[in-house]
């Protein structure tokens, strides 16, 4: 048996015994009859971010054929705000290489997430899951380079408050039982997700906690192990859905919101980045981070403000991006630094064989992991639509590859290890600053929409919805406003508290 099936734990790849991106139709429909399947749940994002359902009962071979060939129509306009609803049919076609067994669902039921199409049997120009699958295609066409991603997926877990063993306020990083209380619902999660095809490579309680009207919050954090960028979209959203239909079985609450309250850690989504050519990173050359990587940099860095526009998509957005915390508000990068827009995180660059000075009895010889190097894109949040998110990033890989300027950009953007260090002052006094709402992030995306629409990447149609959507929530002083007013923060909360 092949080891890396074996070891799969999604259980249709063990059953196929291939691994999901050569699944076929006939794989599914084999998997159904095999498996006394009697659900398939078609599944798709909104422009809300999160999943949607179509569920079919399956009572014949033929029509689960028909269903996997040609799809279902469905209402655009009642999915997306920037479709008319005089021309708002769609059908949505379900990708075989997604599917999963549901894990919640009593009856058995195989679930797979579909592409839009229009009436003409095209794929939706303005669909997020298109323009990222345009965006990458366009990236390998243009510079010959592929484009990897994973997330830092953070989120609250909320339950009632035991009096005993307390956590302390603030100091969850890492925390182990009995100071951790969600650990069993964490792993739980994990395995679920892993399941339905997910990578991960570890999760953790993170910073947060806080007791709050007789509730604990406690800070979560899941993160994923780089792939293609298109599988990093759909493993996030996949993730999302059971995290939260988790929750709902354990009796919890659970919100991705960037900022839940006054005083007290925000959440994330931080997005790691690299650039593969020929297999191999090509973030790295000589175990030094490469001229490739700084132009990356340095398209990411140029196009951040308007990133925000896929990143950071509410007004609690911009209640967590605030000076002096580890959210960024400067547009620069560094080493290591956690209060950075762009980090480049410890990179396993040493030569030092530290496997052997920890375990003296190995000698097996040093092996060199700097192919795990990344790139980390720091202001997302679980606002954010991670296609377009992830789209964005890479146009910006293109826009930095392209750039004529770009290492000459990366370097006077650079400020090293500590942001705050007083050698850095006369770069920090001219660094740009990120938006502060959501309406200086639609006029950063206006202005640099050109640059998205090149190759014909992303829509006008798309854009100009997104731009008139961050508009509408007229928080241009919105944060200097209700800063001092804590009730109307949480109202504010409360509002956006199930984002993304």
Not at 35 to 42: A, L, P, T
Not at 183 to 192: N, S, V
Request: aromatic share 12%; hydrophobic share 35%; charged share 25%.
């Amino acid at each position: 048996m092949n080891k890396e099936i074996e070891l799969n734990p999604n259980p249709v790849v063990q059953f196929l015994q291939k691994p999901a991106k050569d699944f076929t139709k006939s794989d599914i429909i084999k998997y159904v009859v095999e498996n006394d399947i009697e659900m398939i749940n078609f599944r798709y994002p909104g422009e809300d971010g999160r999943l949607k359902t179509l569920s079919f009962v399956i009572n014949s071979i033929e029509y689960l054929d028909s269903i996997l060939t040609s799809g279902e129509r469905v209402d655009g306009s009642s999915l997306f705000s920037y479709i008319e609803a005089g021309s708002s049919d769609l059908y949505v076609i379900p990708r075989y290489r997604t599917a999963f067994l549901n894990p919640f669902s009593e009856i058995p039921a195989l679930d797979i997430l579909c592409s839009f199409y229009d009436k003409d049997g095209e794929p939706l120009k303005s669909s997020p899951e298109y323009i990222l699958k345009k965006a990458h295609k366009t990236l390998k066409e243009k510079t010959g380079y592929s484009f990897e991603a994973m997330a830092e997926l953070e989120f609250y877990v909320i339950g009632e408050y035991e009096d005993f063993f307390e956590p302390e306020n603030q100091k969850g990083y890492h925390e182990s039982e009995p100071f951790t209380k969600y650990d069993d619902f964490r792993k739980e999660a994990m395995i679920a997700i892993a399941q339905s095809g997910g990578h991960i490579k570890y999760a953790h309680s993170e910073v947060g906690n806080f007791i709050l009207n007789d509730k604990l919050y406690e800070q979560n954090e899941i993160e994923f192990l780089p792939i293609d960028v298109e599988t990093a979209a759909d493993e996030i959203v996949i993730a999302k859905w059971i995290l939260r239909t988790l929750a709902y079985e354990y009796g919890l609450s659970l919100t991705f919101a960037p900022k839940i309250t006054v005083g007290k850690a925000g959440s994330g989504m931080h997005i790691h980045t690299k650039l593969v050519k020929d297999g191999k990173n090509a973030y790295v050359e000589n175990n030094k981070l490469s001229d490739a990587a700084k132009k990356v940099i340095a398209g990411i860095l140029d196009l951040s403000s308007s990133l925000t526009a896929f990143g950071n998509r509410i007004p609690t957005s911009y209640f967590r991006l605030v000076p002096h915390q580890e959210a960024p508000t400067n547009i620069c990068w560094g080493d290591r630094n956690r209060s950075v827009l762009v980090r480049v995180p410890l990179g396993w660059t040493s030569s030092k064989n530290m496997a052997k000075d920890a375990n003296p009895l190995e000698d097996e010889p040093y092996k060199n992991y700097s192919e795990k190097q990344t790139v980390e894109f720091r202001c997302p949040d679980g606002s954010a639509d991670i296609y377009l998110l992830l789209a964005g990033l890479v146009v910006a890989a293109r826009h930095g590859l392209q750039m004529e300027n770009a290492l000459d950009y990366a370097e006077k953007k650079y400020v090293g290890v500590n942001i705050f260090d007083d050698k850095n002052k006369d770069i920090i006094d001219n660094l740009n600053q990120l938006p502060t709402s959501c309406v200086e992030s639609a006029e950063s995306l206006l202005n640099q929409s050109d640059i998205y629409k090149k190759y014909d990447v992303f829509s006008q149609n798309l854009l100009v919805g997104l731009y008139n959507n961050l508009k509408s929530f007229n928080d241009k002083t919105l944060r200097k406003d209700i800063e001092n007013n804590e009730d109307e923060i949480i109202k504010l909360v409360d509002k956006f508290y199930h984002c993304g």
